[in-house]
């Protein structure tokens, strides 16, 4: 009897090991989205011009995009600079300072930049080593954040357009 039970075991444990086994190859990979396609279905539903890049570049894809239509409405997307790292553009019809505090907290003041000759306020968090664009127009804020450089962050800010 006591070799029954044993054999059973040996049986269960072996079946459950071959039917729990994870498969960790894609787990931390995040998906690509389709952002031009959520981008333009959000434009005809946001009070504001939505903008969106109209292209992105080499060894970036887009992994979250997404269009809340509440009070107040908001525009996310987000973005993989070449797997490594991040950038995100959100837009809203909050505050310059709200935004700041709802996507940036954390950043300081740091100066200001031209990109396509509008004046963006340009933010950092050394410390998360992170830098935000952020621009109210029209009373629609436009905030581009990203662990990326500056530069990229402005090559990035120059290509969004209407969606």
Do not use: C
Not at 103 to 128: K, L
């Amino acid at each position: 009897m006591v070799r029954s039970i044993v054999v059973l075991l040996v049986l269960i444990v072996g079946i459950g090991a071959l039917f729990t086994r994870t498969d960790t190859s894609s787990s931390s990979v995040a998906p690509t989205v389709d952002y031009e396609a959520v981008a333009a279905t959000a434009a005809s539903l946001a009070p504001f011009e939505l903008l969106a890049p109209s292209a992105l570049p080499e060894g970036w894809r887009a992994t979250s995009a997404t269009f809340d239509k509440g009070d107040p409405p908001r525009w996310h997307l987000g973005v993989l600079a070449n797997e490594e790292e991040y950038v995100g553009l959100e837009q809203t019809t909050l505050g310059e300072e709200a935004t700041i505090d709802a996507f940036a907290g954390g950043t300081s003041a740091a100066g200001a930049t031209m990109v396509d000759g509008q004046t963006w306020n340009v933010r950092r968090d050394a410390e998360a080593g992170r830098t935000a664009l952020v621009r109210n127009s029209g009373g629609v804020t436009t905030l581009v954040i990203g662990t990326t450089s500056q530069t990229d962050l402005e090559v990035y800010a120059a290509s969004l357009t209407a969606a």
